[in-house]
């Protein structure tokens, strides 16, 4: 990392920073040991470089290089397919566009749910609510070696079905076939699976073990955890609306009236299987969360119970009782008041609205074209 407001790309023996313009808030917590696979690839093509060359605000060089190769396979290699008695891929198959977009969507949800991590935590406060020892497992989502090893497995897994099933018909596809699937794309998938997988299924379980407590005076009545409903919340969108591209990609012919096609079986087992893992995401993340701050609440409620009982005495008979210490029972009555108006969820009832439609959107309009087939 470069002080808290960026981030550097080892090439060799060199170290590149990139400077991030993004992030408006200051940052106490910092994920120094996260490295970015999409980041690492575009330093070594060189893109960093270039992104620090070009007039102007500095662009995002994995948008410049998942662009120069989107570039290259559309407007340059397609067009030669065009020319010489082939068919442009886009007036072939409008939809495929729908995938191009996809992989732009996936760098932008990386940054935003890697720079939202980092917020979340910094909103929660992490770094004053818990050991020093324990705030290092926030330090990253996954290590280097396991995305580096999971994505070099990938690579030999597409060639091999590349070389063993497809075969490379021609020049042009070749490039698509040995390089930009595996180079470009490929990263971006690794990259978003892991991130995605990081702050819906590690980060609650991280924060239920490391034992926050909830900040009861929190103006939104969230305990402090509303910057992680918001998280949970929006990489969950951008998981739909990835759903709804890969919709496009596969039902487009049928969108758009191309006689004969039919989605295969794989393709709907695949929508659907891609669809129950965001319900099961989204599900997993908020009831996580949901059971961290009910016990929470309930304990403090307990402890105030305590305290109530040592402020009354004979607290059982409301006709004999008696208050023997008012302070200690004011102060009680005024804490429990901030306890029980904490709410149990880090969501209000128009993000549960938001969601339901994300979680209802992508199966009916699947429904809703499979029926009219």
Request: glycine share 6%.
């Amino acid at each position: 990392m470069v002080g808290t407001l960026g981030w550097t790309v080892e090439v060799g023996n060199r170290t590149k920073p990139y400077v991030r313009h993004d992030l408006t808030m200051s940052r106490n917590f910092d994920a120094k040991d996260e490295r970015n696979l999409i980041e690492y690839i575009a330093a070594l093509c060189g893109f960093s470089r270039l992104s620090t060359a070009l007039p102007g605000r500095n662009i995002y060089p994995p948008y410049l290089f998942v662009g120069a190769f989107s570039v290259l396979d559309l407007a340059v290699l397609q067009i030669y397919v065009h020319v010489t008695g082939g068919t442009h891929i886009l007036l072939e198959t409008p939809n495929t566009a729908a995938g191009y977009a996809a992989v732009f969507l996936g760098v932008y949800g990386v940054r935003y749910m890697s720079s939202g991590y980092e917020e979340a935590l910094a909103a929660l406060r992490a770094q004053d609510r818990v050991d020093t020892a324990d705030i290092n497992q926030f330090q990253r989502i996954f290590s280097w070696r396991t995305k580096v090893i999971v994505y070099l497995c990938a690579v030999v897994v597409l060639y091999a079905n590349t070389i063993l099933n497809v075969g490379v018909p021609n020049q042009v596809t070749a490039i698509n076939f040995l390089f930009t699937w595996e180079f470009v794309f490929l990263p971006v998938i690794v990259e978003f699976a892991f991130t995605y997988y990081g702050i819906h299924f590690l980060l609650p379980r991280r924060i239920k073990k490391t034992e926050f407590n909830l900040f009861f005076y929190d103006p939104r009545n969230m305990g402090g955890f509303a910057a992680v409903g918001q998280l949970l919340k929006r990489s969950y969108y951008i998981y739909t609306a990835g759903l709804i591209l890969f919709f496009l990609l596969v039902y487009g012919p049928v969108l758009l009236s191309v006689d004969g096609y039919v989605p295969g079986l794989f393709e709907l087992v695949f929508f659907s299987t891609a669809w129950f893992v965001g319900l099961l995401s989204i599900g997993y993340s908020m009831y996580t969360i949901h059971q961290l701050m009910s016990e929470r609440k309930e304990r403090r409620i307990r402890e105030l119970e305590t305290e109530l009982h040592q402020a009354i005495e004979n607290p059982y008979d409301i006709n004999n009782s008696e208050v023997v210490d008012q302070d200690k029972l004011d102060d009680a009555r005024r804490r429990l008041k901030e306890v029980r108006d904490t709410r149990v969820y880090p969501a209000t009832f128009t993000m549960w609205s938001q969601i339901a439609i994300s979680v209802l959107l992508p199966q009916l309009l699947q429904i809703t074209v499979q029926t009219a087939l």
